[in-house]
C-alpha cells in the first residue's frame, strides 16, 4: 500500500505515518504507483491538482472542501475524517493529553477486512492539529492498523 501526501502537513507527520505502518508494507511515495499495491490519497488543504491520479482511496479532513472536491472530480472512494455525524473517523472525547478515536461506522480496508464501529483511547502530546490526528487514525484504519494507535503518542 503507498500512502501520497497532497497539501500542508507538520514536519513529524510522516514519520508518525512510518511509525504506525512499520509492521505492514506500506510505504510513503511521492506519486502514485502503477501496479505495485493500493494508492491511499492522504489531503490536507491541498493547493493543486494532479492530471488524473489513480487511487484506491482518498483520506480527508470533511471541512477541506478543495480536498473533497478533489476526491469528487477524481471519483476516489474517500474516507472522511471530521467532527460531524457524517465523518467515518472522529474523535468522541479530547482532553490536552488524551482523546479517544472513533469510527462511526463499518468500513472496509483495502485488504478487505471489515472494520466494525469502536472507540479507542490514545495519549496526546500536542504535536499535531485535530485535523492531522484524524488523518494519522484513518491512515492506521485504512491498513487495518487500528490495534497500532494506542502504541504511539501523538
Known amino acids: 500500500m503507498n500512502f501520497i501526501l497532497t497539501g500542508s502537513f507538520p514536519t513529524d507527520f510522516s514519520n508518525t505515518i512510518n511509525q504506525l505502518l512499520n509492521s505492514t508494507s506500506a510505504k510513503l511515495c511521492t506519486s502514485p504507483q502503477k501496479n505495485n499495491g493500493k494508492n491511499v490519497w492522504v489531503l490536507s488543504h491541498p493547493r493543486f491538482s494532479f492530471v488524473r491520479p489513480m487511487f484506491d482511496a482518498a483520506l480527508l479532513c470533511s471541512h477541506d472542501k478543495l480536498a473533497v472536491r478533489l476526491a469528487c472530480k477524481f471519483a476516489v472512494p474517500s474516507l472522511t475524517c471530521g467532527f460531524s455525524t457524517h ?68
Open 87 to 154: 465523518d467515518t473517523v472522529t474523535l468522541s472525547s479530547i482532553t490536552p493529553d488524551s482523546a479517544v478515536v472513533c469510527l462511526q461506522r463499518s468500513f472496509t480496508t483495502l485488504d478487505g477486512t471489515v472494520c466494525e464501529p469502536f472507540e479507542l483511547p490514545i495519549k496526546l502530546s500536542g504535536r499535531f492539529s485535530n485535523d492531522h490526528l484524524l488523518l494519522l487514525c484513518a491512515c492506521a484504519i485504512i491498513c487495518s492498523q487500528s490495534s497500532q494507535l494506542n502504541n504511539i503518542i501523538f
